[in-house]
Protein backbone atom coordinates (compact mmCIF):
# COMPACT_ATOMS: atom_id res chain seq x y z
CA UNK A 1 0.00 0.00 0.00
CA UNK A 2 0.83 3.55 -0.53
CA UNK A 3 2.03 6.09 1.98
CA UNK A 4 -0.25 8.27 2.68
CA UNK A 5 1.01 12.10 3.11
CA UNK A 6 1.45 14.40 5.73
CA UNK A 7 -1.95 17.05 5.35
CA UNK A 8 -1.90 19.84 7.26
CA UNK A 9 -3.44 22.44 5.14
CA UNK A 10 -4.15 25.78 6.75
CA UNK A 11 -7.63 26.81 5.17
CA UNK A 12 -7.96 30.57 4.99
CA UNK A 13 -11.59 31.28 5.72
CA UNK A 14 -11.60 35.16 5.57
CA UNK A 15 -9.03 35.25 2.39
CA UNK A 16 -10.75 36.57 -0.76
CA UNK A 17 -9.58 33.26 -2.70
CA UNK A 18 -12.12 30.85 -3.00
CA UNK A 19 -11.03 27.54 -0.04
CA UNK A 20 -10.79 25.08 -3.05
CA UNK A 21 -8.38 27.38 -4.95
CA UNK A 22 -6.61 27.11 -1.65
CA UNK A 23 -6.15 23.85 -1.42
CA UNK A 24 -4.97 23.04 -5.27
CA UNK A 25 -2.28 25.67 -4.18
CA UNK A 26 -1.24 23.74 -1.15
CA UNK A 27 -1.18 19.83 -3.01
CA UNK A 28 0.72 21.92 -5.81
CA UNK A 29 3.09 23.87 -3.16
CA UNK A 30 4.09 20.22 -1.37
CA UNK A 31 4.43 18.67 -4.41
CA UNK A 32 6.90 21.07 -5.75
CA UNK A 33 8.75 21.84 -2.88
CA UNK A 34 9.20 17.90 -2.72
CA UNK A 35 7.23 17.15 0.42
CA UNK A 36 4.89 14.94 -1.19
CA UNK A 37 6.36 12.24 -4.08
CA UNK A 38 4.88 10.23 -7.01
CA UNK A 39 2.38 7.35 -6.16
CA UNK A 40 1.97 8.62 -2.59
CA UNK A 41 -1.98 8.85 -1.51
CA UNK A 42 -3.97 11.21 -0.18
CA UNK A 43 -6.50 11.34 2.75
CA UNK A 44 -10.17 10.14 1.62
CA UNK A 45 -11.91 13.12 0.25
CA UNK A 46 -14.62 12.09 3.28
CA UNK A 47 -11.42 12.19 5.61
CA UNK A 48 -10.31 15.81 4.75
CA UNK A 49 -14.14 17.34 4.27
CA UNK A 50 -14.75 16.14 8.30
CA UNK A 51 -10.98 17.33 9.05
CA UNK A 52 -11.40 20.83 7.59
CA UNK A 53 -14.85 21.46 8.52
CA UNK A 54 -15.47 22.01 4.65
CA UNK A 55 -17.89 21.10 2.11
CA UNK A 56 -17.52 18.02 0.30
CA UNK A 57 -17.65 20.01 -2.92
CA UNK A 58 -15.15 22.00 -2.61
CA UNK A 59 -12.72 18.82 -1.81
CA UNK A 60 -14.39 17.57 -4.77
CA UNK A 61 -13.70 20.70 -6.92
CA UNK A 62 -10.39 21.35 -6.22
CA UNK A 63 -9.37 17.34 -6.50
CA UNK A 64 -10.89 17.70 -10.07
CA UNK A 65 -9.30 19.82 -10.89
CA UNK A 66 -5.57 18.70 -9.63
CA UNK A 67 -6.39 15.50 -11.78
CA UNK A 68 -7.12 17.47 -14.26
CA UNK A 69 -4.15 19.34 -14.52
CA UNK A 70 -2.46 15.83 -14.02
CA UNK A 71 -0.72 16.31 -10.57
CA UNK A 72 -2.81 13.78 -8.95
CA UNK A 73 -5.09 10.75 -10.70
CA UNK A 74 -8.23 8.78 -8.83
CA UNK A 75 -8.62 5.38 -9.24
CA UNK A 76 -12.38 4.06 -8.18
CA UNK A 77 -11.73 2.46 -4.68
CA UNK A 78 -7.90 3.01 -4.46
CA UNK A 79 -8.26 6.59 -3.38
CA UNK A 80 -6.40 9.65 -4.71
CA UNK A 81 -2.36 9.87 -5.27
CA UNK A 82 -0.02 12.10 -6.55
CA UNK A 83 0.72 11.79 -10.28
CA UNK A 84 3.42 13.47 -11.24
CA UNK A 85 6.10 16.37 -10.76
CA UNK A 86 7.68 16.68 -13.91
CA UNK A 87 5.58 19.92 -14.62
CA UNK A 88 6.57 21.41 -11.52
CA UNK A 89 9.98 20.40 -12.05
CA UNK A 90 10.32 22.28 -15.03
CA UNK A 91 9.10 25.19 -13.26
CA UNK A 92 11.74 25.19 -10.21
CA UNK A 93 15.05 24.14 -9.29
CA UNK A 94 13.73 21.32 -7.04
CA UNK A 95 16.23 18.34 -7.35
CA UNK A 96 14.50 15.02 -7.89
CA UNK A 97 13.57 13.70 -4.19
CA UNK A 98 11.57 10.93 -6.15
CA UNK A 99 15.07 9.32 -7.42
CA UNK A 100 17.40 10.80 -4.33
CA UNK A 101 14.74 8.29 -1.33
CA UNK A 102 15.26 5.49 -2.81
CA UNK A 103 18.57 5.69 -3.87
CA UNK A 104 20.34 5.23 -0.01
CA UNK A 105 20.51 1.10 1.31
CA UNK A 106 18.42 1.56 4.26
CA UNK A 107 15.49 -0.20 2.80
CA UNK A 108 11.68 1.20 3.51
CA UNK A 109 9.60 -0.12 5.98
CA UNK A 110 7.14 -2.80 5.21
CA UNK A 111 3.55 -0.80 4.09
CA UNK A 112 1.83 -2.48 6.97
CA UNK A 113 4.23 -1.27 9.44
CA UNK A 114 4.26 2.32 8.07
CA UNK A 115 0.43 1.95 8.35
CA UNK A 116 1.04 1.18 11.93
CA UNK A 117 3.35 4.07 12.68
CA UNK A 118 1.01 6.34 11.25
CA UNK A 119 -2.00 5.53 12.42
CA UNK A 120 -0.53 4.72 15.74
CA UNK A 121 -1.29 8.28 17.33
CA UNK A 122 -4.92 8.73 15.84
CA UNK A 123 -6.27 5.20 16.36
CA UNK A 124 -8.40 4.69 19.48
CA UNK A 125 -7.50 1.38 20.64
CA UNK A 126 -4.11 0.02 19.99
CA UNK A 127 -3.95 -3.43 20.02
CA UNK A 128 -0.84 -2.84 18.25
CA UNK A 129 1.47 -1.07 20.84
CA UNK A 130 4.40 -2.49 22.31
CA UNK A 131 4.62 0.04 25.41
CA UNK A 132 3.18 0.39 28.60
CA UNK A 133 -0.49 2.53 28.43
CA UNK A 134 -0.30 5.94 30.41
CA UNK A 135 -1.64 4.48 33.31
CA UNK A 136 0.99 2.06 33.93
CA UNK A 137 3.98 4.75 33.18
CA UNK A 138 5.35 5.05 36.13
CA UNK A 139 5.17 9.17 36.28
CA UNK A 140 5.82 10.12 39.53
CA UNK A 141 9.57 7.71 39.47
CA UNK A 142 10.69 9.17 36.72
CA UNK A 143 9.22 12.49 37.77
CA UNK A 144 11.74 12.28 41.00
CA UNK A 145 14.96 10.45 38.56
CA UNK A 146 14.27 13.97 35.85
CA UNK A 147 14.50 16.55 38.73
CA UNK A 148 17.47 14.88 40.29
CA UNK A 149 19.25 14.62 37.16
CA UNK A 150 18.22 18.63 36.46
CA UNK A 151 19.88 19.04 40.04
CA UNK A 152 23.22 16.90 39.45
CA UNK A 153 23.74 18.59 35.97
CA UNK A 154 26.97 20.36 35.98
CA UNK A 155 27.45 20.49 32.57
CA UNK A 156 25.56 18.90 29.39
CA UNK A 157 28.59 17.43 27.33
CA UNK A 158 29.19 14.81 25.35
CA UNK A 159 29.56 11.23 27.28
CA UNK A 160 32.50 8.79 27.20
CA UNK A 161 32.27 6.45 24.18
CA UNK A 162 30.52 3.77 26.45
CA UNK A 163 28.25 6.13 27.73
CA UNK A 164 27.67 7.15 31.31
CA UNK A 165 30.31 5.52 33.24
CA UNK A 166 27.98 5.36 36.73
CA UNK A 167 24.81 4.09 34.25
CA UNK A 168 27.43 1.47 33.34
CA UNK A 169 28.33 0.77 37.13
CA UNK A 170 24.81 0.64 37.86
CA UNK A 171 24.21 -1.96 35.12
CA UNK A 172 26.55 -3.98 36.38
CA UNK A 173 25.00 -4.45 39.69
CA UNK A 174 21.25 -5.20 38.26
CA UNK A 175 23.30 -7.73 35.33
CA UNK A 176 24.38 -9.25 38.52
CA UNK A 177 21.09 -9.60 39.66
CA UNK A 178 20.32 -12.06 36.68
CA UNK A 179 23.35 -13.89 37.35
CA UNK A 180 25.29 -11.59 34.67
CA UNK A 181 28.76 -11.22 35.64
CA UNK A 182 30.44 -8.22 33.84
CA UNK A 183 32.25 -5.05 33.88
CA UNK A 184 32.14 -1.57 32.66
CA UNK A 185 34.12 -2.24 30.03
CA UNK A 186 31.66 -4.78 28.85
CA UNK A 187 29.06 -2.50 28.29
CA UNK A 188 28.16 -0.24 25.40
CA UNK A 189 25.10 2.49 26.05
CA UNK A 190 22.74 2.55 23.30
CA UNK A 191 20.00 4.71 21.93
CA UNK A 192 18.30 1.64 22.26
CA UNK A 193 18.52 -1.88 21.50
CA UNK A 194 17.34 -0.95 18.14
CA UNK A 195 20.52 1.18 18.21
CA UNK A 196 22.59 -2.03 18.88
CA UNK A 197 20.84 -3.99 16.25
CA UNK A 198 21.88 -1.48 13.49
CA UNK A 199 25.40 -1.68 15.01
CA UNK A 200 25.78 -5.11 14.75
CA UNK A 201 24.57 -4.81 11.41
CA UNK A 202 26.83 -2.23 10.11
CA UNK A 203 29.89 -2.89 12.08
CA UNK A 204 29.85 -7.18 12.28
CA UNK A 205 27.88 -8.33 9.71
CA UNK A 206 29.39 -9.61 6.38
CA UNK A 207 27.05 -8.83 3.53
CA UNK A 208 25.08 -12.04 3.02
CA UNK A 209 25.16 -13.41 6.19
CA UNK A 210 22.99 -15.67 7.62
CA UNK A 211 20.49 -14.67 10.44
CA UNK A 212 18.54 -17.32 12.28
CA UNK A 213 15.26 -16.81 14.07
CA UNK A 214 12.30 -17.83 15.36
CA UNK A 215 10.16 -18.39 12.47
CA UNK A 216 8.20 -15.75 13.56
CA UNK A 217 10.52 -13.29 14.76
CA UNK A 218 10.87 -9.39 16.05
CA UNK A 219 13.47 -9.09 14.20
CA UNK A 220 11.79 -10.01 11.03
CA UNK A 221 9.84 -6.67 11.80
CA UNK A 222 12.18 -4.02 10.96
CA UNK A 223 14.48 -3.86 8.35
CA UNK A 224 17.79 -3.41 9.63
CA UNK A 225 19.38 -6.08 8.12
CA UNK A 226 17.78 -5.43 4.25
CA UNK A 227 20.60 -3.01 4.10
CA UNK A 228 23.59 -6.06 4.10
CA UNK A 229 21.23 -8.40 2.45
CA UNK A 230 21.45 -10.93 5.22
CA UNK A 231 19.65 -14.28 4.51
CA UNK A 232 16.81 -15.05 6.94
CA UNK A 233 16.67 -18.97 7.94
CA UNK A 234 13.19 -19.43 10.27
CA UNK A 235 14.01 -22.13 12.93
CA UNK A 236 11.20 -24.15 14.33
CA UNK A 237 10.43 -24.19 18.17
CA UNK A 238 9.13 -26.71 19.95
CA UNK A 239 7.55 -26.08 23.77
CA UNK A 240 11.39 -26.00 25.17
CA UNK A 241 12.08 -23.07 22.95
CA UNK A 242 14.14 -22.56 19.72
CA UNK A 243 15.33 -26.27 17.83
CA UNK A 244 18.96 -24.81 17.46
CA UNK A 245 20.08 -28.22 15.99
CA UNK A 246 18.53 -27.38 12.52
CA UNK A 247 21.12 -24.71 12.19
CA UNK A 248 23.80 -26.26 9.96
CA UNK A 249 27.38 -26.67 10.50
CA UNK A 250 28.53 -24.32 8.21
CA UNK A 251 31.90 -22.00 6.88
CA UNK A 252 29.73 -19.38 5.97
CA UNK A 253 28.78 -16.32 8.43
CA UNK A 254 25.99 -17.48 10.55
CA UNK A 255 24.61 -16.17 13.51
CA UNK A 256 21.29 -16.32 16.01
CA UNK A 257 18.91 -13.82 17.25
CA UNK A 258 16.53 -14.91 19.66
CA UNK A 259 14.05 -13.86 22.24
CA UNK A 260 14.64 -16.50 24.57
CA UNK A 261 12.08 -14.58 27.83
CA UNK A 262 8.90 -13.60 26.43
CA UNK A 263 9.29 -13.20 23.00
CA UNK A 264 7.94 -10.97 20.87
CA UNK A 265 5.53 -11.81 19.16
CA UNK A 266 4.92 -15.56 20.56
CA UNK A 267 5.29 -14.78 24.14
CA UNK A 268 7.50 -17.90 24.87
CA UNK A 269 9.97 -19.04 27.26
CA UNK A 270 12.95 -21.40 26.59
CA UNK A 271 13.66 -23.70 29.32
CA UNK A 272 16.67 -23.91 31.27
CA UNK A 273 17.68 -27.22 29.67
CA UNK A 274 17.25 -25.33 25.96
CA UNK A 275 19.29 -22.74 27.54
CA UNK A 276 22.52 -24.73 28.20
CA UNK A 277 21.95 -27.07 25.11
CA UNK A 278 21.82 -23.92 22.84
CA UNK A 279 25.19 -22.94 24.30
CA UNK A 280 26.93 -25.72 24.65
CA UNK A 281 26.15 -26.32 20.40
CA UNK A 282 27.11 -22.45 20.10
CA UNK A 283 30.60 -22.98 21.73
CA UNK A 284 31.00 -25.86 20.08
CA UNK A 285 30.00 -24.52 16.32
CA UNK A 286 31.73 -20.88 17.38
CA UNK A 287 28.39 -19.61 16.31
CA UNK A 288 27.71 -15.81 17.52
CA UNK A 289 24.13 -15.35 19.55
CA UNK A 290 22.26 -12.18 19.79
CA UNK A 291 20.08 -12.29 23.19
CA UNK A 292 17.21 -10.02 23.40
CA UNK A 293 16.21 -9.67 26.83
CA UNK A 294 13.94 -6.11 26.18
CA UNK A 295 10.77 -8.59 28.47
CA UNK A 296 13.01 -10.00 31.11
CA UNK A 297 11.91 -8.08 34.13
CA UNK A 298 8.28 -8.14 33.27
CA UNK A 299 7.46 -11.71 34.70
CA UNK A 300 3.73 -12.36 35.70
CA UNK A 301 3.71 -15.89 36.92
CA UNK A 302 7.12 -16.67 38.47
CA UNK A 303 10.83 -15.10 37.87
CA UNK A 304 11.88 -16.84 34.46
CA UNK A 305 15.46 -18.84 34.09
CA UNK A 306 18.75 -17.08 33.91
CA UNK A 307 19.93 -15.53 30.39
CA UNK A 308 21.88 -17.53 28.42
CA UNK A 309 24.53 -14.46 29.05
CA UNK A 310 24.32 -16.06 32.71
CA UNK A 311 25.70 -19.53 30.93
CA UNK A 312 28.08 -17.92 28.83
CA UNK A 313 32.03 -18.84 29.52
CA UNK A 314 33.01 -18.43 26.09
CA UNK A 315 32.01 -15.19 24.93
CA UNK A 316 29.39 -16.31 22.30
CA UNK A 317 26.70 -13.84 23.43
CA UNK A 318 26.23 -10.07 22.30
CA UNK A 319 23.59 -9.48 25.34
CA UNK A 320 20.75 -6.76 24.29
CA UNK A 321 18.91 -4.52 27.28
CA UNK A 322 16.37 -1.94 27.62
CA UNK A 323 13.96 0.10 29.73
CA UNK A 324 11.58 0.40 26.71
CA UNK A 325 9.30 -1.78 27.69
CA UNK A 326 9.35 -2.07 31.88
CA UNK A 327 10.05 1.98 32.50
CA UNK A 328 10.07 4.34 29.07
CA UNK A 329 10.64 4.01 25.73
CA UNK A 330 11.00 7.53 25.16
CA UNK A 331 14.61 7.33 27.25
CA UNK A 332 15.95 5.97 24.27
CA UNK A 333 18.00 4.10 26.44
CA UNK A 334 19.28 0.47 25.67
CA UNK A 335 22.82 -1.02 26.73
CA UNK A 336 24.66 -4.12 24.59
CA UNK A 337 26.87 -6.51 27.05
CA UNK A 338 29.66 -8.51 24.78
CA UNK A 339 33.70 -9.06 24.33
CA UNK A 340 35.98 -5.94 24.59
CA UNK A 341 37.11 -5.79 21.17
CA UNK A 342 33.52 -6.09 20.45
CA UNK A 343 31.80 -3.41 22.87
CA UNK A 344 34.74 -0.70 21.42
CA UNK A 345 33.98 -1.46 17.51
CA UNK A 346 30.94 -0.34 17.75
CA UNK A 347 31.47 2.51 20.31
CA UNK A 348 33.31 3.35 17.99
CA UNK A 349 31.15 3.43 14.99
CA UNK A 350 28.80 4.86 17.48
CA UNK A 351 30.63 7.81 18.32
CA UNK A 352 30.62 8.45 14.14
CA UNK A 353 26.75 7.92 14.26
CA UNK A 354 25.62 10.18 17.00
CA UNK A 355 28.38 11.05 19.44
CA UNK A 356 26.24 8.97 22.26
CA UNK A 357 22.83 8.34 23.39
CA UNK A 358 21.06 11.47 25.37
CA UNK A 359 23.03 12.14 28.89
CA UNK A 360 19.83 13.83 30.38
CA UNK A 361 18.13 10.61 29.87
CA UNK A 362 21.23 8.41 30.77
CA UNK A 363 21.54 10.46 34.03
CA UNK A 364 18.13 9.43 34.98
CA UNK A 365 18.44 6.11 34.24
CA UNK A 366 21.11 6.12 36.75
CA UNK A 367 18.63 7.90 39.48
CA UNK A 368 15.75 5.58 38.76
CA UNK A 369 17.84 2.17 38.41
CA UNK A 370 19.07 3.26 41.64
CA UNK A 371 16.24 4.41 43.81
CA UNK A 372 15.73 2.51 46.94
CA UNK A 373 12.08 1.83 45.93
CA UNK A 374 12.69 0.65 41.92
CA UNK A 375 12.34 -2.93 42.90
CA UNK A 376 8.62 -1.89 44.51
CA UNK A 377 8.39 0.18 41.41
CA UNK A 378 8.60 -2.96 39.32
CA UNK A 379 6.66 -5.05 41.30
CA UNK A 380 3.72 -2.83 40.66
CA UNK A 381 3.68 -2.55 37.24
CA UNK A 382 3.99 -6.50 37.47
CA UNK A 383 0.57 -6.77 39.30
CA UNK A 384 -0.97 -4.36 36.98
CA UNK A 385 0.03 -6.18 33.64
CA UNK A 386 -0.74 -9.35 35.29
CA UNK A 387 -4.50 -7.70 35.99
CA UNK A 388 -4.32 -6.82 32.21
CA UNK A 389 -3.42 -10.31 31.42
CA UNK A 390 -6.19 -11.88 33.05
CA UNK A 391 -8.91 -9.45 31.40
CA UNK A 392 -7.59 -9.61 28.03
CA UNK A 393 -7.65 -13.96 28.28
CA UNK A 394 -11.14 -13.16 29.89
CA UNK A 395 -12.15 -10.89 26.46
CA UNK A 396 -10.74 -12.89 24.27
CA UNK A 397 -12.76 -16.26 25.48
CA UNK A 398 -16.02 -14.68 25.55
CA UNK A 399 -15.66 -12.97 22.12
CA UNK A 400 -13.39 -15.23 19.57
CA UNK A 401 -13.64 -18.80 22.59
CA UNK A 402 -15.61 -20.68 19.35
CA UNK A 403 -12.82 -19.40 16.53
CA UNK A 404 -9.48 -19.12 17.34
CA UNK A 405 -6.64 -20.08 19.80
CA UNK A 406 -3.92 -17.96 22.03
CA UNK A 407 -1.11 -18.57 24.10
CA UNK A 408 -1.05 -18.01 28.11
CA UNK A 409 2.08 -15.77 28.12
CA UNK A 410 4.09 -15.88 31.17
CA UNK A 411 5.32 -12.41 31.10
CA UNK A 412 5.54 -9.76 28.46
CA UNK A 413 2.90 -7.68 26.75
CA UNK A 414 1.84 -10.19 24.03
CA UNK A 415 -0.97 -12.64 22.97
CA UNK A 416 -0.45 -14.61 19.66
CA UNK A 417 -4.07 -15.24 18.69
CA UNK A 418 -4.07 -18.03 15.68
CA UNK A 419 -7.13 -17.71 13.35
CA UNK A 420 -8.96 -19.77 10.95
CA UNK A 421 -6.94 -20.01 7.78
CA UNK A 422 -9.66 -18.73 5.90
CA UNK A 423 -9.71 -15.38 7.05
CA UNK A 424 -8.22 -12.90 5.24
CA UNK A 425 -5.60 -10.97 7.56
CA UNK A 426 -4.54 -7.89 5.51
CA UNK A 427 -8.92 -7.48 4.99
CA UNK A 428 -8.93 -7.78 8.48
CA UNK A 429 -6.22 -5.32 9.77
CA UNK A 430 -7.60 -2.83 7.39
CA UNK A 431 -11.84 -3.51 8.12
CA UNK A 432 -10.13 -3.34 12.10
CA UNK A 433 -8.59 0.11 11.31
CA UNK A 434 -11.42 1.90 9.64
CA UNK A 435 -13.77 0.93 12.44
CA UNK A 436 -10.86 2.25 15.31
CA UNK A 437 -8.75 -0.94 16.03
CA UNK A 438 -5.36 -1.35 15.18
CA UNK A 439 -4.10 -4.76 15.65
CA UNK A 440 -0.28 -6.10 14.08
CA UNK A 441 -1.02 -9.16 11.79
CA UNK A 442 1.66 -12.12 12.27
CA UNK A 443 3.09 -11.26 8.68
CA UNK A 444 4.80 -8.56 9.28
CA UNK A 445 6.84 -10.90 11.99
CA UNK A 446 7.49 -13.27 8.96
CA UNK A 447 4.57 -15.71 11.03
CA UNK A 448 3.93 -18.75 8.38
CA UNK A 449 0.35 -18.95 10.11
CA UNK A 450 -2.36 -16.87 10.31
CA UNK A 451 -2.05 -14.75 13.39
CA UNK A 452 -2.41 -11.48 14.97
CA UNK A 453 -0.38 -10.19 18.04
CA UNK A 454 -2.13 -8.39 20.43
CA UNK A 455 -0.77 -6.37 23.42
CA UNK A 456 -2.00 -5.95 26.35
CA UNK A 457 -0.05 -3.34 27.88
CA UNK A 458 -1.13 -0.08 26.11
CA UNK A 459 -5.05 -0.41 25.68
CA UNK A 460 -6.92 -0.76 29.07
CA UNK A 461 -8.78 -3.51 29.45
CA UNK A 462 -12.27 -1.73 28.20
CA UNK A 463 -10.84 -0.82 25.41
CA UNK A 464 -9.27 -4.67 25.11
CA UNK A 465 -12.54 -5.88 25.08
CA UNK A 466 -13.96 -3.39 22.65
CA UNK A 467 -11.41 -4.09 20.03
CA UNK A 468 -11.57 -8.06 20.46
CA UNK A 469 -15.20 -7.45 19.74
CA UNK A 470 -14.90 -5.61 16.75
CA UNK A 471 -12.28 -8.03 15.53
CA UNK A 472 -14.69 -11.57 16.62
CA UNK A 473 -17.34 -9.61 14.12
CA UNK A 474 -15.20 -8.84 11.26
CA UNK A 475 -13.86 -12.52 11.43
CA UNK A 476 -17.47 -13.26 11.45
CA UNK A 477 -18.33 -11.37 8.41
CA UNK A 478 -15.17 -13.09 6.85
CA UNK A 479 -16.14 -16.54 7.68
CA UNK A 480 -19.45 -16.50 6.65
CA UNK A 481 -19.14 -15.23 3.05
C1 LIG B 1 12.18 -7.85 21.30
C2 LIG B 1 12.38 -6.38 21.18
N1 LIG B 1 13.62 -5.89 21.10
C3 LIG B 1 13.86 -4.57 20.98
C4 LIG B 1 12.83 -3.67 20.89
C5 LIG B 1 13.16 -2.21 20.72
O1 LIG B 1 13.61 -1.69 21.89
P1 LIG B 1 14.25 -0.26 22.07
O2 LIG B 1 13.13 0.69 22.33
O3 LIG B 1 15.15 -0.44 23.24
O4 LIG B 1 15.00 0.10 20.84
C6 LIG B 1 11.52 -4.12 20.95
C7 LIG B 1 10.41 -3.17 20.82
O5 LIG B 1 9.31 -3.51 20.47
C8 LIG B 1 11.30 -5.51 21.09
O6 LIG B 1 10.06 -6.00 21.15
Known amino acids: MAQTVQFRWQPQRESATPLYQQLITYCVTQIRQGNWLVGQQLPPQRELAQTYRVNRSTIHTAIAELQALGVVMTAHGRGTRVASNSWSTLLSATPDWQRWVHAG???????????????????????STGELGPDLFPRRAVQTAMHQAADQLTT?????????????EALVQRLKTWGVQTTVDNILITSGSLQALQLITAALLKPGTTVYTAAASYLRSLRVLESVQAK???LPVDEQGLAYWHIPVSPQPQLLYTVPTFDNPLGTVMTV??????????QKYQLPIIEDTAYQELWLDQRPPLPLKAHDTQGNVLYLGTVSKDLAPGLRVGWLVGPQAVVARLADVKMQMDYGASTLSQQTLVNLLTAPDYPRTLQRLRDQLR???????????????DLATWNRPAGGFYLWVQLPAKVELPRLFQA????GVLANPGTVYGAPTNALRLSYAYATPAEFRRGVTILATLIRQQLSR
Open 273 to 282: QRRTDLLTFA
Open 232 to 234: WAP
Open 156 to 168: LNYLPALGSLALR
Open 387 to 401: ERREAALASLTATLG
Open 105 to 127: EFSANQPTIQTINQREFTTPIRL
Open 432 to 435: ALAQ
